[in-house]
């Protein structure tokens, strides 16, 4: 049989198989897209959980205040008695409801979300998290100063979880479910979608990545737009129009950034000192929460803006409302405020706050400023727009979020140059006096490796390959054609790809070197398909295998994506072992194990 003869027998072959080939492409792009479709659904979850949980905090200030309007408006308006004693009794039901919910719900896992993407498998307990957004919203009806935004983030999360969990969906879908839902839950709440994609990529999930960022951005924008349908598109806070076009003003920008690094490391500091202190205390959580509802409502006696997450009070430092010694005195006791409302135990989110504190600080610069004359041609609003990112940045390590997220809820773009040059300054200030971040403390807390502002995972013999794997790389049918290969080399990163068979199992894999003899062929390239220069399937690995059982093969392959199979024996391709993040594993707890505890 002469080459003639072969080359038609494999081209009846190639069109007879079209129809499967076609079918099995489609099946190979399935895991993307339905990725896509994933966060899409979370993304409307994400923005009716937003619609819900507005609703229920009007009804939460309608039972405990008896009145509509911003925490801060309504104890402006009650006598001294009431601002000190809604606070403490908020406190007692919001803890009771934390001891006996949590009780009632039985024991069940983590409801941090970053636990449970670097330690866990990305289950989120639902009647844990029920039970938190319950005690949060009676937390945030009696004024605690504390923001939505934490339970709005954590409810989308725990039902993005919940649904992947029901479909009984792989660990790695399961992050990727907990980010989405953390996305939808940030954007919806603030109406700000590139920031909801950042905070959920850089600092739930550690991951930018194509495949990880996609499903991200469309989760937040979907939430975005439906929460932008019940409540509209104005931004959050007001900013008076200004230009900024002076170098000359930008150094008052690094002294306002180093002075929101020492407030940002100051806070942290407080906190971590003021949950200790509650943590050794041998009460119960309600007891607990009433004295931090206690240390508001004394605060608010003579400072009731302390009362809620600070909206309407940064509203007005933007708009320079307040005379310096009322800011002076507003900014102590909103910062102490919300150290015992957080070291307390309430539930809730720190962004808001976070986001009053920069304001206030940047308030009294910019104030300080006009009243020795050094700068009168930026009002005090500018400085107050810049601390709230640099102050926002000294806290998550998060500079990008933090400019974008600032930048989103003001819709004003003329500050930010100074505005970056004040978050890089406040980071690398923060960084010099506290290692930790808002979000990683809780996982150094409880012994889970961090490292900086991003997250992994130290205990790298603990997990199995089920825990870590990623989607696998989208395999190629044994009759796809040269040229075709050729193609999906140019349009990736990989240079291995895996060829499987109509039953998705993995019978080789061809490598881009493998092809090279091919290339200078003419027209007859299209009777070469993949079972033609196909190696055999190289060494693979399962998902109930632990990841120190495969260090070695990690260490000798040479994929990047080391293939995950169902068993050795069905040999079904279900996913892949990203080699480079294994080895940053166990090299991340080998140094951990090495460098002594502070």
């Not at 690094?261 to 929460?289: D, E, H, N, Q």
Request: aromatic fraction near 8%; glycine fraction near 10%.
């Amino acid at each position: 049989m002469d080459s003639r003869m072969i080359g038609r027998a494999r081209e009846f072959f190639r069109r007879h198989w079209r129809a499967a080939f076609q079918l099995r492409r489609r099946v190979v792009l399935s895991e993307e897209a339905l990725h896509l479709v994933i966060a899409s659904i979370v993304g409307v979850l994400g923005g009716l959980v937003n619609l819900a949980f507005f609703h229920s905090i009007e009804l939460s200030k309608f039972i405990f205040l008896h009145r509509p309007g911003d925490p801060t408006e309504v104890a402006e308006e009650l006598p001294h008695w009431e601002r000190m004693l809604i606070p403490i009794l908020g406190g007692l039901i919001a803890g009771a409801v934390l001891h006996w919910g949590l009780r009632l719900a039985g024991r069940q896992g983590t409801t941090n979300l970053l636990e449970a993407v670097v330690a866990g498998d990305g289950r989120l307990p639902l009647r844990s998290g029920l039970v938190k957004a319950i005690s949060s919203l009676v937390s945030i009806g009696t004024g605690a100063s504390i923001g939505r935004e934490g339970g709005i983030t954590q409810l989308a999360a725990t039902l993005a979880s919940k649904l992947g969990q029901l479909a009984h969906w792989p660990p790695y879908r399961l992050r990727l479910l907990v980010g989405c839902g953390a996305a939808s839950g940030i954007s919806a709440a603030y109406n700000a979608p590139i920031a909801g994609a950042l905070f959920a990529a850089t600092i739930v999930l550690d991951n930018i990545s194509m495949a990880m960022f996609a499903p991200l951005v469309l989760s937040s924008a979907v939430a975005a737009v439906v929460s932008r349908s019940f409540f509209g598109i104005a931004p959050w806070y007001q900013v008076p129009a200004y230009e900024f076009a002076n170098p000359g003003q930008l150094p008052w920008f690094v002294f306002l950034g180093l002075l929101c690094g020492i407030m940002g490391a100051v806070f942290l500091k407080m906190i971590r000192w003021t949950k200790g202190r509650f943590a050794a205390a041998p009460v119960p959580i309600y007891v607990k929460m009433a004295i931090g509802g206690l240390a508001v409502g004394l605060l608010a006696i003579e400072y009731p803006g302390v009362w809620g997450n600070g909206y309407v009070v940064t509203n007005r430092i933007l708009h320079n409302e307040l005379p310096l010694q009322i800011l002076a005195g507003l900014f102590l006791a909103k910062l102490i405020a919300t150290v015992f409302t957080v070291g307390s135990g309430t539930v809730g989110g720190v962004f808001t706050p976070t986001l009053f504190l920069g304001a206030s600080l940047g308030g009294l610069f910019g104030a300080g400023l006009h009243a020795i004359d050094a700068v009168t041609a930026l009002p005090t609003s500018a400085f107050s727009l810049v601390g709230m990112a640099s102050v926002l940045a000294a806290t998550t390590r998060s500079p990008f979020l933090a400019m974008i997220m600032v930048f989103e809820i003001s819709l004003d773009y003329s500050l930010m140059p100074p505005l970056m040059l004040g978050c890089v300054v406040a980071i690398v200030m923060a960084n010099r006096l506290e290692k930790s971040s808002i979000y990683t403390e809780p996982l150094r807390e409880r012994g889970i490796a961090t490292t900086g502002g991003a997250n992994r995972l130290g205990l790298a013999t603990a997990q199995r390959v089920g825990d870590v794997m990623i989607a696998p790389v989208p395999p190629v049918a044994e009759n796809t054609v040269l040229p075709d290969l050729a193609k999906r080399f140019l349009t990736s990163a990989n240079n291995f790809v895996p060829v499987v068979d109509g039953d998705r199992r993995l019978v080789g894999v061809v490598a881009l070197q493998d092809l090279k003899e091919y290339l200078g062929a003419g027209a007859e390239l299209r009777a070469v398909i993949a079972s033609d220069v196909m190696r055999p399937p190289p060494p693979v690995v399962t998902p109930d295998q632990r990841l120190v059982d495969v260090l070695n093969l990690a260490l000798a392959s040479q994929q990047q994506n080391i293939p995950v199979v169902s068993t050795l024996k069905g040999m079904r391709l279900v996913g892949a072992l990203s080699r480079t993040h294994v080895l940053g594993l166990f090299a991340e707890t080998i140094a951990l194990r090495r460098k002594p505890h502070a």
